[in-house]
């Protein structure tokens, strides 16, 4: 044991403790004051929760350009999932039942605490950055057709085209780049061969393993185990920019640990302000009316957040999670062939096992994780999942390998029904609600917390029987029917008969030999659920809460079904789905977009230029020139731009049918563009450069600039998006600011009837960002 240690008021720029330099944990998180008080741009969003999914959400959000906000409400533990690691033994914890205050184990494995209540047991959440994907198996399979029956179509088009890409991000293909070699290749052909004589059994598939073990491409490491901290951390140091560090007013990107929301405070059907504790004070965040909230801090927990601050009936209903069970046996090596006795590598194997059955009239889906080794013992994953940097150990792991057995672990994953209709306070069906408001019921910020009823119902019961028969059939499949063949692991030990049916799943029941509990599968899903009909569902297909405009999860809360997949990879999907909504703002229809992430379409006339920003924003930097758009040529059309200021003293705007620009001499190619064409004007103070003078209409944000003066200053705030719609038809012109009419014009005729379209950069330290520049021809 070593001393607490106890901060003092002074500052330093990393933390030193008795044994180490903190310099992750300062590198990729800030202080509240830090991130919330620096001057910059109000946040596009703030993530509630820094887990696998927050994470994920909020690194999209900021490569699409976003300003984001992370809270998380614990500390930074890792960079990357543990088993990338040395031997930390930093393992999840065992489940624990809390129906009390006083029943809580408290925090546990260093990061892990129980917030809900229950008669059931739990491991409870991972409270760190990267949260549970830190610890996660890695296990990544999609959700089939027969899943996705009960969901909207539209989402299950877009599942199918986005699937690929998170499979390819994550590691999840190739799929034998991991786990490959002799015993998997014969493994595959055994189970392929023994699919046909167990009937429930649909498909032999090859291991969706969210691990990619080689590397992408020349040059580059592979990432090993999937984990969201690396993303959100790379993206941090991206933003921090460690060579020229960026000023925290210029950031896009901040993680703020120890920060726990406690509330979400609405408006006019908008979250306004977020309570939160941060190490214990209490502090208020007041939102952007352009600011997106995401709910990412787990199933229960993002539940239980909604239920406080904007209540509905449906929510908490719907409760799902998936039944579990490990069925474990040995099966003699020369059972296998193409396998060299003894061993003369490292040999592990995995795959899946699809499987359908039938449950109360209707059909549920399961499937078993396979792995599978020659190791002494019981465990096929004891060399799996893990870093060996030493070849000595290598090379003795290999001598300790069993040269008679492969053990063979069937970890069974079954799908529960949810149920829509599912009233509080009936014990016989799966909800969740808000404790009861008194002192044992309460968390350390006095609120009420979770309580998470979750049961199995006789359909379950029909089809985790049907799971745990498969998997005792495949093994003795496997082993030829052959008793002398297999052995199987129960009551510590290795049996010559299989374990008899277990009547229950309660963990210290002797009659249970391979069922878990139903809280020990971290799967909690559809409490929030999605759907196209706001009396039926909780959230739209975007994850945002029907009736919040600006409030949406990321999560598989908003799974309208489970199916029996790990709910990783869909949850993944369907962040990317709501990070572009949130970050990517929409096109509507008739119009075409003119910037989507690329400057090749465009061309820099005059001094200083325009910097990208992720895939959506462009913004202005020095100047005096234009960034125009050289593609074509326009003549009569409706053009929409976005655009915000970051201070009074910006100035830009938009300009419309000038002709080609030069771009050899800096200091006057823009000025065609000036002396040809037509600017709409944005500077709030209306400043005259002829008379020295400010509030000048001719000048003013809204005006067609010396042509038509604005009629009124219709800009929102600082910092808030605006949006321009000019429309010009022959030498008619008329501009819309935020919806209102501020200048119109009828031209005489001496200046071009089509051009290019620009924006333009004006003076160093102005920065005035533009997205979503779309154009629709008349």
Same mark, same amino acid.
């Given at each position: ?51 696998? !999914? ?7 959000? !900021? ?63 991972? #409270? ?41 991000? *994550? ?11 002799? $015993? ?35 040059? %580059? ?13 790379? &993206? ?31 408006? @006019? ?57 490990? +069925? *474990? ?11 060299? +006795? ?98 044992? /019921? ?47 692991? !129960? ?28 809280? +020990?599968?971290?799967?909690? &899903? @559809? ?13 739209? $297909? ?12 990321? @999560?598989?809360?908003?799974?309208? *079904? ?55 924003? $462009?913004?202005? /930097?020095?100047?005096?020139?234009? $960034? ?10 409706? %053009? ?45 103070? @209306? #400043? ?16 067609? #600039? ?39 014009? +009828? ?32």
């Amino acid at each position: 044991m070593i001393n607490r240690l106890t901060e003092v008021n002074e500052t330093v720029l990393i933390q030193n403790t008795t044994l180490s330099v903190d310099m992750l944990g300062r590198f990729i998180c800030n202080t509240w004051d830090e991130a919330v008080n620096n001057g910059g741009l109000p946040f596009d969003a703030v993530v509630i929760g820094a887990g696998m !999914y927050g994470a994920y959400c909020a690194e999209k959000i !900021y490569r699409a350009g976003g300003r984001v906000l992370v809270l998380e409400a614990g500390p930074f533990l890792a960079s990357e999932h543990i088993q990338n690691l040395t031997q930390m033994g930093l393992n999840a914890p065992s489940p624990a039942r809390v129906s009390f205050n006083q029943d809580d184990p408290q925090t546990r494995s260093l990061v892990w605490g129980n917030p809900w209540h229950s008669a059931e047991s739990f491991p409870g959440l991972a #409270y760190c950055v990267g949260g549970r994907s830190l610890f996660w198996g890695g296990w990544s399979p999609r959700l089939t057709d027969a899943d996705l029956a009960q969901w909207p179509a539209e989402l299950v088009t877009y599942l199918g085209a986005t699937y690929p890409s998170v499979e390819e991000e *994550t590691g999840v293909n190739p799929t034998t780049d991991y786990i490959s070699g002799p $015993l998997f290749q014969s493994l595959f052909s055994r189970f392929q061969a023994v699919q046909g004589s167990v009937p429930t059994v649909t498909a032999i598939e090859e291991a969706p393993l969210a691990v990619q073990g080689a590397a992408p491409a020349p040059g %580059l490491f592979s990432f090993d185990k999937y984990s969201s901290a690396p993303i959100l951390s790379d &993206a941090v140091r991206e933003d921090v920019n460690p060579g020229a560090p960026t000023p925290d007013s210029q950031r896009r990107l901040f993680v703020v640990p120890r920060a726990h929301v406690v509330r979400l405070n609405t408006s @006019g059907g908008q979250v306004v302000q977020i309570e939160l504790y941060v190490n214990g004070q209490h502090q208020f965040l007041n939102l952007s009316p352009d600011c997106s909230v995401v709910l990412a801090a787990s199933t229960i927990e993002s539940t239980r957040l909604a239920l406080e601050s904007f209540p509905t009936a449906l929510m908490g209903r719907n409760l799902m999670a998936h039944l579990r069970s490990n +069925t *474990t046996v040995r099966i003699k090596r020369s059972v296998f062939s193409g396998l060299q +006795t003894p061993p003369t590598q490292l040999e592990a194997a995995a795959l899946l096992v699809r499987g359908s059955a039938t449950a109360g009239g209707g059909n549920r889906r399961y499937h078993l994780q396979v792995t599978a080794a020659d190791v002494q013992g019981a465990n096929p994953e004891k060399n799996m999942f893990r870093m060996i940097p030493d070849i000595d150990l290598q090379h003795q792991i290999l001598a300790n390998q069993d040269p008679n057995w492969i053990v063979i672990t069937l970890r069974g994953i079954g799908e529960m029904g949810g149920d829509k209709n599912a009233m509080p306070q009936n014990a016989g069906t799966s909800w969740m609600n808000l404790t009861l408001n008194v002192a044992d /019921q309460q968390d350390e910020f006095f609120m009420r917390r979770a309580w998470v009823n979750l049961v199995k119902t006789a359909d379950d019961d029909q089809l985790w029987r049907a799971m745990d028969d498969a998997a005792i059939a495949l093994a003795q499949q496997l082993a030829n029917n052959d008793p002398a063949n297999i052995q199987y692991f !129960y009551d510590g030990g290795w049996q010559p008969t299989p374990p008899p049916p277990s009547t229950n799943n309660r963990p210290n029941d002797p009659n249970n030999k391979v069922r878990d509990g139903l809280g +020990t599968t971290h799967h909690e &899903a @559809g409490t929030l659920w999605m759907g196209t009909d706001s009396t039926t569902s909780v959230t739209d $297909l975007n994850g945002r809460f029907h009736h919040v405009g600006n409030a949406y999860v990321a @999560g598989p809360a908003i799974f309208p *079904t489970l199916g029996s997949a790990n709910p990783s990879l869909t949850a993944f999907s369907l962040a990317r789905r709501t990070a572009s909504a949130i970050a990517v703002p929409t096109v509507e229809a008739g119009f075409t977009p003119l910037f989507t992430g690329s400057l090749a379409d465009w061309q820099m006339a005059g001094s200083g230029r325009f910097n990208a920003i992720g895939n959506t924003i $462009l913004e202005s /930097q020095g100047g005096i020139g234009l $960034l125009w758009y050289t593609k074509a040529e326009f003549a009569d059309f409706i %053009l929409k731009v976005d655009w915000r200021a970051s201070s009074i003293f910006d100035n830009s705007g938009v300009f419309i049918r000038f002709p080609i620009l030069g771009s050899s001499d800096p200091a006057n190619d823009w000025k065609l563009a000036v002396d040809k064409g037509y600017e709409i004007q944005i500077d709030d103070r @209306g #400043y005259n450069p002829d008379t020295n003078s400010f509030g000048d209409a001719l000048h003013e944000t809204g005006a067609i #600039y010396t042509f038509a003066a604005a009629s009124r200053l219709a800009s929102k705030p600082i910092g808030q998006w605006n949006v321009y719609e000019i429309q010009a038809q022959g030498n008619n012109f008329t501009v819309k600011l935020n919806g209102e009419i501020v200048s119109q014009l +009828t031209g005489d005729g001496s200046r071009p009837l089509k051009g290019h379209i620009g924006l333009q950069n004006h003076h160093p330290g102005s920065r005035v960002q533009f997205r979503n520049i779309r154009i629709k021809p008349l």
